[in-house]
């Protein structure tokens, strides 16, 4: 909070903020508005409201400061920049750019609002940076009364999901983040316009594509389909590498890359199961020559961001809002990722410090890293004791 404080001009909303934040940390089931005030003590929703609606407070500012704590604590060279979108459910027209569009929550068309968002994950850890509400064009952006209901400024235009994706890049770009490399999935890989926006800033990127995009081979002589260049290589183009720990260690892929374009710098990067064959492609930029192993680091850290959304949406209510207005969307959602954001570096501050060798067989008696959920937990034990300090902390 005190990173923040100076954002509010009075001390009601800044005590209420405070009681928020609280309430999004804590074991309470629907961090909606109600609940929030039930956990802080209020009779009544109406100070919650206030906050998100109607009180006085620059949201970009602790926009900006969730960016600026989450490089203080997590920021390292190996940085990268995730752009995803997550899809929020709701009922009926009025909530701000709600339309039937399809959303991978579902994994169908559904009524629902779209939220681009922008990760930042390195070796410490990764939280959400930044986000945007995606505004359809025609339900949405030419409806004037449809908007002034809903609250949306008057200088919000139309941006389709890759432009705002790439907004929030170079508003990280230029507030001092510092990255060398950009990734996504197919959304953001088949739009020319981002990987365009990525080359002019230098930034190299590893974004997802299909199968079916059109990729230039032989010095830029040749035009392929993604798939049938991976099926003209030999087998002795494919090395197994991992792309980052998972769940149940190493994520062991065959990978293979080939050189497109007239340079030395772009590929079409492939990915194949071991078990399945099945194959993902990728288009990659970089300013300088890079090995093939940089290059599958960077498309492994693309999950950061899922984990991003999970951990969101089930420790900090991310999607647990009952609000319609603009300003109330961004407000919540700008204080879920502060809270996500004080959890993920509270996990790298508890970290234990081992060796440094990779190769040291670990022992049993060795403390074992602490989660987001456990960490989440025993904030919110720790504000409402049920037992004594010694078997909380035990």
Request: glycine share 8%; net charge positive; proline share 5%.
């Amino acid at each position: 909070m005190a990173r923040i404080a100076g954002v509010f001009g009075r001390v009601e909303p800044r005590a209420t903020a405070r009681a928020y934040l609280l309430g999004l940390l804590s074991g309470t089931e629907r961090k909606n508005c109600w609940q929030l005030a039930e956990h802080a003590g209020h009779a009544r929703p109406g100070p919650m409201q206030r906050l998100l609606r109607t009180a006085r407070w620059d949201v970009a500012e602790v926009r900006d400061e969730v960016r600026r704590y989450v490089l203080d604590h997590l920021g390292t060279g190996d940085g990268v920049l995730v752009v995803d979108e997550i899809g929020f459910l709701k009922k009926g027209r009025g909530s701000a750019g709600v339309q039937r569009q399809y959303t991978g929550t579902a994994g169908r068309i559904e009524n629902s609002q779209v939220g681009v968002f922008l990760a930042y994950a390195s070796g410490r850890g990764r939280a959400l940076i930044d986000r945007r509400l995606y505004l359809p064009e025609h339900t949405w952006c030419q409806d004037a009364e449809r908007r002034r209901k809903a609250g949306v400024p008057d200088d919000i235009v139309f941006a389709t999901k890759p432009r705002l994706a790439l907004q929030m890049i170079v508003a990280a770009l230029d507030a001092g983040v510092s990255t060398s490399w950009v990734t996504g999935d197919e959304a953001y890989g088949q739009d020319p316009g981002l990987r365009a926006g990525l080359e002019a800033r230098e930034v190299g990127y590893v974004l997802a594509v299909s199968c079916a995009t059109k990729v230039r081979i032989n010095q830029g002589r040749t035009a392929i389909r993604a798939d049938e260049a991976a099926d003209r290589l030999p087998a002795s183009a494919w090395h197994r590498q991992s792309a980052g720990p998972g769940a149940k260690g190493p994520r062991y892929y065959d990978w293979a890359w080939v050189h497109i374009g007239t340079g030395d710098h772009r590929h079409l990067l492939i990915r194949r199961n071991p078990t399945t064959s099945e194959l993902a492609f990728y288009l990659c930029w970089s300013p300088q020559i890079v090995p093939l192993s940089e290059l599958v680091r960077v498309a492994g850290t693309r999950w950061c961001i899922e984990e991003c959304f999970q951990a969101a949406k089930g420790q900090v209510g991310l999607d647990h809002y009952q609000v319609r207005n603009w300003t109330a969307w961004h407000r919540h959602v700008t204080l879920a990722m502060l809270a996500l954001a004080f959890l993920a570096i509270a996990v790298q501050d508890a970290r234990p410090t081992r060796p440094a060798d990779p190769n040291r067989p670990a022992r049993s008696r060795e403390l074992v890293d602490l989660t987001i959920p456990e960490i989440r937990r025993l904030i919110g034990a720790l504000f409402s004791p049920v037992m004594s300090l010694r078997a909380l902390l035990h």
